[in-house]
């Protein structure tokens, strides 16, 4: 930290916590999504900010599943730059902007299984061991 | 009316060969147009019946679980989320007015933010985060009781009494025995909470593991800072990742296509760890329904008991008695996860976590797609 350091010492005052740190993201530049060019209404790819393998890959599978899908994939181009390209290419003029918001409701949707199923197990196996 | 293939041959699908050299059928093929006539899009209802989660272990600090029926990206999603993005609490800055012990000040403020952290759940949901002001953006300012904790360290070592010095001129090398304060351990670190912290945290801020050795002292010198612990994700830096390890491996599967019998069977489950195969003796009735068993009754028979404890050695791919008498293999949707919480988190919550931290992934993605599009 550069300067004094003394001043950065923490103080006790009682002030209230501001709503808009509530959502901080410590993660930069996210909430951005934007079209490469080139696009057209059955194939475009999209850059996300601030995103990676973990939702690349997963909303890559998800889109895979559907049948109006001819081709999805993803791909970092550059690993010290935060940025997640994916490419969608559809049959029969189906949008790709609906293939991507399915794609995304259809991942919410797994968590949503997952997260239920899971607590169900757990609490179960709880349960168990303490009858045991 | 789309193709409905059997069970058997769903199971071979999502089956990983493992042969002695090479690993085979490595790829999910669980997409539409994959499978002539056969229906593989998304269905909710169809993933809602075949998930399945299943339990081994479920301590505070180590849980262990299998999740069945997931696709490896999303499995692997999870895993990428429990390591480094999930925010813990974490000494971030180190304010150093004496240091005359023999680390260098960076290193031990280096030392000093890898400590893991622990208080309530409670308290640590309430922090926020707290952004480093810079030339340009303010940040969050100066730190406040909500979004930093602050913990001090004192301790200067001394001879533990006036003759200590004698003893030590006479040869005595235990340090117990001639210092005081001689070692610094991470208990030493005391909170001290500000604002409204102490009703917030309800049990006090600490170190997850009390004796963390954090520095070594001699008569003389003298240590006298304080830290502050911020919110903060792995991806940033790996001092803020909430486990361990977090890490998941197939179901590992074990056939015997022919049966493995007498000193073979013996040497068979010598090939594997402990309870993985068991021996048992062949009954009449096996002896007398296979014919590759006849006239075998009362000999031990090779029987795969445990495969999940198997490490997938491939020891018994070596021996020639075995060829063509067993197959190996892993279960491609099938996760045994690990996780191994370091003390913020219950393990089993941070699991939660993870797939809550993708749904809001998903969702902020979502806001920006409809902002995009007007």
């Known amino acids: ?132 | 009316m789309p193709k409905i293939p059997t069970q058997e041959e769903l199971e071979q699908r999502k089956r990983v060969q493992i042969n002695a050299e090479t690993v085979t059928n490595a790829q999910s093929n669980d997409f539409p147009h994959h499978w002539p006539g056969e229906d593989h899009s998304w269905n909710l209802d169809y993933f809602k019946s075949q998930f399945r989660v299943k339990f081994e272990k479920n301590e505070r600090y180590d849980a262990e679980f299998s999740l069945i029926g997931l696709d490896t990206s999303v499995a692997n999603a999870f895993r990428r989320i429990l390591i480094a993005e999930i925010p813990t609490l974490a000494i971030e800055t180190v304010f150093i007015n004496q240091n005359t012990s023999i680390i260098a000040d960076e290193v031990l403020a280096h030392r000093m933010g890898l400590v893991p952290l622990t208080a309530s759940r409670k308290g640590l949901d309430w922090m926020s985060w707290y952004r480093e002001p810079t030339e340009e953006d303010r940040g969050s300012g100066q730190p406040m009781d909500y979004n930093a904790c602050q913990l001090r360290l004192e301790a200067a070592c001394t001879w533990l009494d006036d003759d200590a010095i004698n003893r030590a001129n006479r040869g005595e090398t235990d340090p117990n025995k001639l210092y005081k304060n001689h070692s610094i351990y991470a208990k030493d670190l005391v909170w001290v909470p500000s604002g409204q912290q102490n009703d917030k945290f309800e049990e006090p801020l600490r170190p997850t593991n009390p004796d963390i050795l954090l520095v070594k002292m001699r008569p003389g010198q003298k240590i006298e800072l304080f830290v502050q612990a911020i919110k903060g994700i792995g991806q940033d830096h790996a001092k803020f990742s909430p486990v361990a390890t977090a890490s998941y491996r197939l179901m590992p599967t074990i056939d015997i296509t022919k049966p493995i019998l007498g000193q073979d069977a013996k040497k068979f489950a010598r090939c594997f760890p402990k309870g993985v195969i068991e021996l048992e003796k062949v009954t009449e009735e096996e002896a007398s329904e296979k014919k590759e068993l006849e006239g075998k009754e009362g000999e031990l028979k090779a029987v795969v008991k445990n495969p999940m404890r198997d490490t997938v050695s491939r020891e018994c791919l070596r021996h020639p008695e075995f060829k063509d008498k067993v197959k190996l293999g892993r279960v491609r949707d099938h996760f045994i996860f690990k996780v191994e919480s370091t003390g913020q988190w219950d393990s089993d919550l941070l699991f939660l976590e993870s797939v809550k931290l993708l749904k809001v992934k998903c969702e902020r993605v979502k806001r920006g797609l409809d902002a995009m599009m007007g």
Request: net charge negative.
């Open chain 1, 1 to 132: 930290m550069p300067g004094s350091t003394q001043d950065q010492v923490m103080t006790d005052a009682q002030s209230t916590r501001p709503e808009e740190d509530e959502h901080y993201d410590p993660a930069p530049d996210q909430d951005r999504i934007r079209v490469l060019s080139g696009a057209t209404d059955t194939a475009a790819s999209f850059q996300f900010d601030g995103e990676d393998h973990t939702l690349g890959n997963a909303l890559r599978y998800i889109i895979m599943k559907n049948p109006d899908v001819e081709f999805c994939g993803y791909s970092i181009p550059h690993p010290s730059e935060n940025k997640m390209n994916l490419r969608i290419q559809t049959y029969d003029n189906v949008s790709v902007y609906t293939v991507l918001d399915k794609g995304l409701d259809d991942l919410m949707d797994m968590c949503d299984v997952v997260i239920d199923k899971f607590t169900i197990a757990r609490d179960d196996f709880n349960a168990q061991k303490q009858n045991a």
